[in-house]
């Protein structure tokens, strides 16, 4: 038995024609001998096809989900530096911010007074304010004086609205009206 020498076909020798694929043989043409050639089965297996994208897309999508993952660092970046920059802010604007019992104005004394009329104050604090708010009148003029009335003048306020002085240290003494008008007094000590 011979082999077609283009398809391989297992050809009688006596044929001039291959039966699969219809090579003409001459008489020149040799059939090759089985016992040198290896037989192609006749049937085979199909081959399964591997489905394969294109490289474009394989590109894109690797660059998709990189940036994506750049963007997630930037993201994370951003919002700490907002957190960071949110509390050094707070740190200056309010520095007592995260002590459990910042300092406050707590109030010790208030008081109503008129033209003509004194009060009499006494604070033992480092730091303490006077807050006054006006009730009737254009014009506060008033005089701390220290110790008994007639000695030195401690300070003097003159105001045309409400507001507030805040002193250092020891004070014992009188708060004389001087004006026209009537004020709210607020004596507050920082504690």
């Known amino acids: ?84 920059a949110s509390a050094w802010y707070m740190s200056i604007q309010h520095p007592n911010y995260y002590t459990p019992n910042p300092p406050t104005w707590q109030s010790i004394d208030s008081f109503y007074l008129e033209y003509g009329q004194m009060r009499h104050i006494s604070v033992n604090a480092e730091q303490w304010r006077m807050r006054w708010i006006f009730h009737s009148g254009s014009t506060l003029s008033a005089t701390l004086n220290s110790g008994t009335p007639g000695n ?12 507030e002085k805040v002193y250092t240290g020891y004070f014992e003494g009188y708060l004389n009206i001087n004006s026209q008008g009537t004020c709210y007094f607020y004596i507050e000590v920082y504690r």
């Open 152 to 163: 030195p003048v401690f300070d003097t306020i003159y105001a045309t609205q409400d507001g």
């Open 1 to 84: 038995m011979k082999y077609c020498p283009e398809c391989g076909e297992k050809i009688e020798e006596v044929r001039k024609f291959c039966p699969e694929c219809g090579f003409k043989f001459s008489s020149q043409t040799k059939l090759e001998d089985t016992s040198s050639v290896v037989p192609i089965p006749e049937k085979s297996e199909p081959v399964q096809q591997i489905k394969s994208k294109p490289l474009g897309e394989i590109e894109k999508k690797s660059v998709g989900q990189g940036t994506k993952k750049v963007a997630l660092i930037f993201g994370i970046i951003f919002i700490v530096i907002i957190i960071l």
